[in-house]
């Protein structure tokens, strides 16, 4: 496995040098650390005091993006809930190596985006197909020729059209608001694009205020809660509260499997592990944890700032979830791979979820390094396995073709990154799939459903 993937070195690099692996790890922690938000968002709101600013939201459209359709209809209630000011940006989408898997991200999307948006009070058509090319440079005129007072309203109306693939309907809001020459469409494009860049970001649908960044409507919870403690909104109740994580009360006995595909270096399987873990117990639903090799170490590209973004957003949802996520000891590249390679050893006793779950903590809770004997013991023991005996078998390849097994029958189902969730019936049929720690709620939902219906 190895040999099929190749070291890509920089942000992306699987085999770092013990000073490069300290230094990540210090950066890290400190990107992560308690307290660290709160004196951004304190220095912030000073210095817009200090400015004689209003309370300013930049929001980021992607025309094609299926949570930017999501993100669009948020727009409107925030703005009458919170009395702020809105900056509305085109850009385009994620590319290079921001963009690991061109072919399956947009599908995911509207997939993802049709299973979350009734859960938010949001539309998006189930089953939807890819938006046309020309329609959507027809969006875009449009889009770029608004004012952000009609930017909400139009943003929805022209993501409908899309959807349907409504040419007329593209004609008539041109026609009613206006629209920009293709050319002048694109300038707005690379506005948008450098601005996002200069914010250090990479994506569509995505919302900054004040220092922070806020990912489509699944990180709104985080922006309310931001705006509420500055005493916007009049205590009004949260317009996009995160979905309750509810195992119910009624049990699968064994009828249902969720598959839980994770990796030793996602920080977002970490925040997530123990409770997907408890869901399946307290559900009567077999668990089936498929490890895989973490994105970097199977050839999958990543940038900094991507990075970045995500250690400091998988330590917000952490908090949000009451766990104290950091310090943080990388464990990319050997350590990884030590451990999987005790994983088959552990499960022949029983003990294979612990091996990792003990790892997953070690690592991105409690600062362990793990690339020496002494916390890799530490893993081991507290898993309740002896480190005599895991010497035995340490650093086998016998993993590798497993793994292998897992990362290609993710891909067939249209994932490719962790921690991803597949439900399947007790015919082996998939239910439901979804990427991503903050989709655990809906996995829940879609058991109990499943047990209500039978």
Known sequence: MSEQFKEQGGAATMDPSRLRRWLTSRFISSLVKPGRAEKIEAREERQRVKSGLPHRLEYFHQVDDAYSHLAAQALRPLLEQYGVELVPHLVSGPSGANLPEPDLLPA??????????????????????????EHCV??????????????????????????????????????QYGSVPEAQARQALASGDARRQELKHYQGGMFFYA????????????????????????AAAMLYPRPELEAGSYQANGSLTLEFYASLRSPYTAVIYDKAVALAEQTGVRLALRPVLPMVMRGVPATREKGMYIFADAAREARALGLNFGPVYDPIGEPVRR???????????????????????????????????QGLRDVVERAGLSWSEALAVIDNRDWEPLLEANRQAMYGFGSWGVPTFRLLDARGNTVVWAWGQDRLWLIA???QRVLVEA
């Open 108 to 133: 995911l999307g509207r997939y993802d985006a049709a299973l979350i948006a009734p859960h938010y009070g949001l539309s998006y058509p189930a089953g939807a197909d890819a938006p046309r090319g």
């Open 138 to 175: 027809q969006a875009q005129g449009i889009l770029a020729a608004v004012t952000a007072a009609d930017f909400p309203e139009v943003a929805v109306a022209v993501g409908q059209a899309l959807l349907a693939g409504d040419a007329a309907g593209l004609a008539a809001l041109a026609s």
């Open 211 to 234: 220092g922070q960044w806020y990912w489509g409507v699944d990180r709104l919870y985080h922006l309310e809660r931001r705006w509420q403690r500055l005493g916007l909104g009049q």
């Open 339 to 373: 451990c999987y390679s005790l994983y088959h050893w552990a499960q022949e006793q029983g003990r294979g979820v612990a091996l990792l779950g003990e790892f997953l903590r070690a690592a991105f809770f409690r600062g362990v390094n793990t690339s020496r004997d």
């Open 445 to 447: 939902r879609s058991i």
